[in-house]
């Protein structure tokens, strides 16, 4: 029963973060399997940013179908992001299972820090 409810509010934390702050849903979820259900920091953030790219995805069927989509600047950032994305993911597998479990956890408390102080 624990496992579902601490699932269900990262989920609800995510899509509200997603929706309506524009949050990557991987900055609560990660963090929350991590502390919460004792889970490998891998598997989390491999579970958090599959449920970031769907998120993603309802974001931008939305906006496109609002017509508020840039399509050339997306995909210059598109191609930015996969770039940095494939050399940070090299990256972090040079690391332990629990310094990427700690960093996760820190990085997301200091950027919920950040926001509380209106920056």
Known sequence: MKIII?????GA???????????SAAAVISPMLITFLGMPAYEA???ALASDVLASAVSAYTYGKNRNLDIKNGLLMMAAVLLFTF????????????????????MTMLRALNSLSGR
Do not use: D, E, Q
């Open 6 to 10: 601490i699932c269900f509010l990262a």
């Open 87 to 106: 050399f940070g993911g090299l990256a972090a597998s040079a690391f332990p299972n629990r310094t990427m479990g700690s960093f996760s956890v820190v």
């Open 45 to 47: 953030v491999g579970i």
């Open 13 to 23: 934390g995510a899509g509200l973060g997603t929706g309506l702050a524009w949050m």
